[in-house]
């Protein structure tokens, strides 16, 4: 017998120190991935942190960050000083913003999950329909905001002339990118560019589920619509959960559409469709205040970190659950 082999049991297995050279290799072979994602990644992430240190202004941006050390103070005045120009409207952009995130989330996941459910089905141009569907997120998200902005233009934007001239619902040409209907100006494109990739999440879920619960259900003479509250919506509930954690994400920090339907960032989109995050670089860029602007940004990832935790916690718990 080899003396690099024991037989323990009946069966051969290697010392423990030829096991550990074998168990670590995997994680050599991720050493290059993890050392670009830290170059990509951390090291700016990093480098933003210490400008959130630093008072960098227009006086002070020729020296990048030999800039004057400030500390804490940025933070400071971002979440305690009133008069900050980076507060100037943030009630209404919180609330456009939180408004903006549940209506969209909500749309895009409810859209993708039925479009999913009848594309689960066999029909003639099936390959082409689901290829179809899927052009809305492949377009950019720059190209979807510009798009659109065209497409809301009161007297040639298509949007009217369908409302108005083909489809006669409207009587009159209304306004999409001032008051009220701004809101929906920026959540319509959004949830056009959002839904196929949830349906394409969807239907690889709804393709992986097991077949026996509903041939059980079949010959139990249950209805479709009680297998999909009963059966699909509780084995989807895992991959729901986690495709709404990356919405809310996604949306909260939505800021493509609305800087390019609104004029590339340097324009107001008004009481209605002013986010969070066009408001905050707005502001930063327009008083210069990029010190305070990455203070923001990390006050920002903090309490989405704050609330994934909650969310992950949360849809451990309930997957523990005896509902």
Not at 87 to 102: F, I, K, S, V
Not at 241 to 264: C, E, K, L, R, T
Request: aromatic share 12%.
């Amino acid at each position: 017998m080899p003396a690099t082999l024991s037989r323990i049991e009946g069966g051969l297995v290697r010392p423990p120190a030829r096991r550990a050279r074998i168990q670590a290799f995997p994680y050599l072979m991720l050493l290059p991935a993890l050392a670009l994602m830290a170059a990509v990644n951390l090291l700016p992430m990093l480098q933003g942190f210490y400008m959130s240190l630093l008072k960098l202004n227009q006086f002070t941006l020729g020296q990048y960050l030999d800039a004057p050390f400030v500390g804490l103070e940025n933070y400071r005045r971002v979440l305690l000083d009133p008069a900050n120009p980076l507060r100037q409207g943030l009630g209404t952009a919180l609330r456009n913003t939180a408004l903006y995130t549940l209506v969209v989330s909500t749309l895009s996941i409810t859209i993708g999950l039925g479009v999913a459910l009848l594309m689960n089905r066999d029909f003639p141009g099936k390959a082409v329909a689901r290829t179809l569907l899927l052009l809305p997120w492949i377009v950019p998200s720059y190209v979807v905001g510009t798009l659109w902005g065209f497409m809301w233009q009161r007297d040639t934007g298509i949007v009217n002339v369908l409302l108005v001239d083909v489809l006669h619902l409207l009587n009159e040409r209304p306004f999409w990118l001032l008051g009220s209907n701004s809101f929906w100006a920026i959540v319509i494109p959004t949830v056009w560019r959002n839904w196929p990739f949830l349906m394409l999440i969807f239907l690889a879920a709804l393709q992986a589920l097991p077949e026996e619960p509903y041939e059980a259900a079949t010959v139990d003479g249950v209805s479709r619509w009680q297998q999909f509250v009963h059966i699909t919506l509780p084995l989807l509930k895992p991959v729901i959960v986690i495709q709404a954690m990356f919405q809310v994400i996604d949306n909260v920090y939505s800021y493509n559409i609305v800087s390019m339907m609104f004029g590339s960032g340097a324009g107001h989109p008004g009481e209605w469709a002013d986010l969070l995050m066009p408001l905050l670089t707005r502001q930063s860029f327009s008083y210069w205040l990029f010190g305070q602007g990455a203070a923001v940004s990390f006050v920002m990832m903090a309490l989405m970190l704050v609330f994934v935790a909650g969310w992950m916690r949360v849809f451990r718990r309930s997957l523990h659950s005896d509902d």
